[in-house]
């Protein structure tokens, strides 16, 4: 029984260590963002000029922009300052600026082109830069993880390997176990 409760421990750790090595934060010199507001009771849409920040973090396997939440918040509060208080905000980004043009006018087609637009026809207003200001969100180091090397890694997995089967390996020699002990403990008479 200690011996299972080892293995367990170690395989617990090996799959702690795997996990947080993928958590790790990537420093990126610029990001370009742009937003896009609406209301569900009224049919004007709402975009920012495309904007560009310095020094962002992306984070996790995806590479998804830290603060996202954020920067949504940032023009949810810009429209709460103009008085209309129930707008839904929504966060655009991407490291090249061709690539945030690209998704812009392909966002912004959904509520100006006829054919795209279903039934409901938008209005669609632009948010200058003058009036509205994307600030840079601060980085969370508590969010970075030690960067860990590729020998440490294969060594992890490694471990993780061989704590499945030697895991395995307990469970079959338990079973065994058991079914000999049940073996022995069954009284055939003959009459």
Partial sequence: MNHIKRLFSVLLLSF???????????SVPAVYIFGMSFSFNDSTVYFTEIQKIDNAWLIGKGKMLEGRSAY???L??????????????????????KAILKQFSKVRDRYINPKKRRKIN?????????????EPVEHDASTDEPSVSKAERKAAA?????TAKAAKQAARDRRKSEKSGANQGTVTENP
């Fill in 76 to 97: 949810k509060n810009y429209f709460s300052s103009q008085g209309q208080k129930d707008q839904t905000c929504i966060i655009y980004y991407a490291l090249s600026e």
């Fill in 72 to 74: 949504a918040a940032q």
């Fill in 122 to 134: 938008y209005e669609t207003r632009s948010v200058l830069r003058d009036s509205f200001r994307f």
């Fill in 16 to 26: 702690a260590f795997v996990s947080m090595v993928s958590a790790k934060g990537v």
């Fill in 158 to 162: 490694k471990a993780s390997r061989q």
